[in-house]
């Protein structure tokens, strides 16, 4: 009986759907609703309440020509404060005529739909919406359907003789409609759909009941509980059956597409128009004013800036060059020049970038503050514009300019063909990335001083172009002890996939063990970093476990080793578990004299910051040099699932400071002596130029006898994106969905640096203040209505990086760091308006939230707890 049943529904739908003639009324409801993801009690909402006529009219084999009328159509709004639904004037829905509109069926698929000439487009949309529903194919099966929604994969269910289900899965929405994410998953947002229709019929095949349900779930990655969440439900019940229809008389569709009137031809998928696309919902100019006090530069740093700039950069990028060139000149844009070239930067269309070159004069070494400003913002840019970036290599080949900017232009060119790269599927033999790459090595061959070389080698690093990989090493394995170490930290930008093969194995580890010649400690603990990220095997494990045990006098490399292992230890169960193995079993290992090394040097990872903020981890490395800092970086990381993303990593650098210290009996020969210090940045995996604060002994007794370097000095002031991303989607009810999302961080760095002769002590501290910022939107845009809920939330997470070292007797070094207390904000929006209205509707609700999170310093380790109390005792 049951088969039986099936086969029934089978053939009705397969074949005669509803009988020839017959003619039904069907009531509908749609509803809308939209909230955060973090609170769905009170979405906002509305309601489209009306009436379609359906009819079989003609039927030829598995052909088949449906009538349908909307007969009534009316908009209702939920609410904010009663929760009931008001009916409301549409002007557009008033003009809704019930003129009859076709669609041609072959194989219980539409063929074509021929709809009313003229008429608006959202209740065009609307009209193929409900034919949409009414495709459909009563069996087990899947298969492609071109709807409203667009070209989706289908799947059907029958649950029983009387309910099926249809899914749709995978909609190809058109190259026409915007779709852009950030490929660094961390920093991107989720969009998770679902669709699903369920039908119930009767005896004859009729459809009697459809209920419809749409959702889409959007998740700022880093911030998993921000976002918003769209549902539509679409009902339609049967309400009577009319009687008989009036049909065609023709012989063939052709024939009776003759007979319609009034109506063309349209494709079914939905026609978007995309809200604000010609920027007149907005004024620019007004909005840069009303922001002005948020972009100052004592704002720099804070939330405040950041939420400034992520509310003007998509407004940016609409705008021509004839409104940025009346903002960049004005006196208010002149206060905040710094802030709108970040804003240009980001923008990064080619009306932005000529009228930033026009402000700022490149060739002149007067402008050079505002030129390395826009230019380090273009090089974090998520949309590299290709006329920017031939323009930029056109200045890059001229070769004229003076070292700083030449060094930073070659940084800048190198990481947006990195992302244009990447924008293409990761395509490094594009056209114009080879002559980028090509570019680049052939200025870095022409080098003669290692400072030269130094530059083009981070430009490489920047890069990351396979092609480069040999030359790399090359200049690794090589190169002084100053190009090796540039070369080593450029091959350790690259994704750590690159070096899992035998060949790249054994390089990292020559370099590590130093099996053919000696290299710089940094470059050793570089080439460690990459070997520990590999996974290293039980026989790879080992090896490194007894080089503890060996007679190297490096004794703060093994320190660094320990450290190291610890941190791995400490967040891998497969390395914590090796490790217990190995040292457990291994009594020449586990003794003091092997896990109790005596240098100072430190690695930690430790938490950053938690929900409701965003996964962040903190990575400490500090790396001591006879006494001295040598390299300290504090990099931190965001996190989504199992991946990571480096949002900054801030550092110290010094070389040749321990002479101040009496020198070292361990004195490399080899190693380049010269006093330097200064500090570096990566931001979002971007090497800028680093800011050294004095190369040679004479200019380092030159800031100690003046104390000018004892005072902070800016290294790096900036605002950049983090999220970025655009998508539209087509409902099933023929409105459509932009989903949006922005998000900024603000920086203000600053480092300084304090020598005593006469007390035999050092001071340096590093702080970032930082403020985040990320706004995401979901907006349902149709002529009748638009409902958007918003979501901003702000935070200022900063971290302070302290080093005091004593050397009045026994070396002693202390390092901190601190995160001062932070807030996160929370701001939710909720809108519905409708447009072209008689009697103009909007309904605005708000909702925040605070979070407070205490303050702290993070703990290093006990030898360092040791160094702090003697030296605050003192």
């Known amino acids: 009986m049951r088969l039986f049943g099936l086969f029934l529904i089978i053939f009705a739908h ?29 979405p906002a909402s509305y309601r489209l309440e009306g009436a379609i006529n359906v009819a079989n009219i003609w039927r030829n084999g598995d052909e088949m020509i449906f009538q349908f009328r909307l007969i009534s159509t009316k908009l209702l709004v939920k609410s904010q404060k009663t929760a009931e639904f008001d009916e409301k004037s549409s002007t557009v829905l008033e003009k809704v005529s019930p003129k009859p509109f076709f669609v041609v069926f072959r194989d219980s698929k539409i063929l074509a739909a021929h709809l009313e000439e003229g008429e608006d487009d959202s209740v065009s949309n609307l009209k193929k919406a409900i034919v949409s529903f009414f495709q459909y194919k009563g069996e087990d099966g899947t298969e492609k359907v071109t709807d409203v929604s667009g070209e989706c994969d289908v799947s059907y269910i029958v649950w029983s003789p009387e309910k099926f289900s249809k899914t749709k899965l995978h909609c190809r929405l058109g190259d026409d409609l915007p779709n852009y994410q950030r490929l660094d998953y961390p920093l991107g947002v989720t969009v998770d759909p679902f669709s699903n229709t369920d039908y119930w019929t009767g005896v004859d095949g009729t459809v009697k009941k459809i209920e419809g349900h749409e959702r889409h779930v959007v998740t700022v990655n880093a911030y998993p509980k921000v976002g918003t969440v769209v549902n539509s439900t679409f009902t339609f019940d049967i309400s009577e059956a009319v009687g008989e229809a009036d049909l065609l008389k023709c012989a063939s569709v052709e024939e009776c597409v003759k007979l319609f ?41 804070t939330s405040a800036s950041a939420r400034a700039f992520v509310k003007l950069v998509p407004m940016g990028r609409l705008a021509k060059a004839e409104i940025w060139h009346r903002i960049l000149n004005s006196q208010s844009g002149k206060e905040i020049k710094g802030q709108l070239l970040d804003i240009l930067a980001a923008v990064q269309t080619y009306d932005a970038f000529k009228e930033a070159t026009n402000v700022v004069k490149f060739e002149s070494e007067d402008d050079f503050n505002d030129a390395e400003r826009y230019l380090q913002g273009l090089s974090v840019g998520t949309r590299p514009e290709m006329r920017v970036m031939e323009e930029l290599f056109k200045f890059a080949q001229n070769g004229s300019h003076y070292e700083r900017l030449q060094d930073t232009l070659v940084q800048t060119l190198a990481a947006m063909t990195y992302r244009h790269a990447r924008l293409l599927g990761d395509d490094f033999q594009n056209s114009f990335v080879t002559k ?11 080098c003669e001083t290692d400072e030269c070389k130094v530059i083009f080698l981070r430009a490489l690093g920047n890069l990351k172009a396979p092609s480069t990989i040999s030359m790399l090493f090359e200049y690794a394995e090589t190169g002084s002890y100053k190009v090796s170490t540039q070369a080593v930290k450029a091959l350790k930008a690259f994704s750590v996939s690159f070096w899992n093969t035998p060949e790249f194995r054994a390089r990292f580890e020559d370099i590590f063990y130093q099996t053919h010649k ?36 490096a004794f703060e490399i093994k320190q660094y080793v320990l450290q190291k292992l610890s941190v791995n230890a400490a967040t891998s169960d497969y390395y914590r578990h090796a490790m217990l193995l190995l040292v457990k079993n291994d009594r020449k290992v586990n003794n003091y004299h092997v896990l109790g090394q005596k240098g100072l040097s430190t690695a930690i990872m430790r938490d950053f910051s938690k929900s409701p903020s965003f996964n962040g981890t903190l990575l400490s490395v500090q790396e001591i040099k006879d006494g001295v800092l040598k390299r300290g970086n504090a990099d931190v990381f965001v996190q989504a699932g199992q991946e990571k993303f480096s949002i900054f990593t801030l550092g110290l650098f010094g070389n040749g400071l321990s002479s101040f210290m009496g020198g070292s009996d361990e004195q490399d020969p080899d190693e380049d002596t010269t006093v330097t210090a200064g500090m570096e940045l990566y931001l979002q995996g971007t090497a800028m130029r680093p800011l050294v604060f004095f190369t040679g002994q004479g200019e380092l007794m030159g800031h100690v006898w003046s104390g000018t370097a004892s005072e902070p000095t800016p290294a790096y002031q900036a605002i950049s994106t983090l999220q970025d991303h655009e998508e539209v989607i087509r409902l099933h009810n023929g409105a459509h969905l932009e989903v949006s999302a922005m998000g900024a961080v603000s920086i203000d760095l600053n480092g300084q640096i304090a020598i005593s002769l006469w007390n035999r002590n050092a001071d340096t501290k590093v702080a970032q203040n930082t403020g985040f910022a990320t706004s995401v939107e979901s907006k349902v845009v149709s002529s009748f209505t638009q409902l958007s809920v918003s979501e901003v939330v702000e935070e200022r997470p900063c971290l302070n990086l302290d080093s005091t070292i004593d050397f009045s007797g026994t070396v002693a070094l202390c390092l901190q760091l601190h995160q001062p207390q932070t807030t996160l904000k929370s701001e939710v929006t909720k809108k519905l308006t409708i447009p072209k209205s008689k009697k103009p509707y909007k309904s605005i609700a708000r909702q925040s939230y ?25």
């Open 850 to 874: 605070k979070y407070e999170m205490s303050g702290f310093t993070h703990f290093l380790n006990h030898k360092n707890n040791e160094m702090c109390n003697k030296i605050n005792s003192n």
């Open 436 to 446: 980028v790459t090509e570019f680049i090595m052939s200025q870095l061959k022409k």
């Open 261 to 301: 009137k009034n109506v063309k031809e349209t494709e079914l998928m939905s026609k978007v128009t995309k809200s604000c696309q010609d920027g007149k919902c907005w004024n620019l100019i007004q909005e840069v004013k009303a922001l002005k006090d948020d972009l100052r530069n004592s704002e720099v740093g």
């Open 14 to 42: 397969a074949t005669t759907c509803f009988k020839l003639g017959s003619e039904y009324t069907y009531n509908f409801v749609n509803e809308v609703n939209s909230s955060n993801l973090f609170d769905e009690s009170t």
């Open 518 to 553: 000696k290299f710089d400690s940094s470059a050793r603990t570089l080439a460690l970093d990459v070997l520990l990220d590999l996974k290293l095997n039980v026989h790879e494990l080992t090896k490194l476990v007894n080089y503890l045990r060996s007679d190297d006098k």
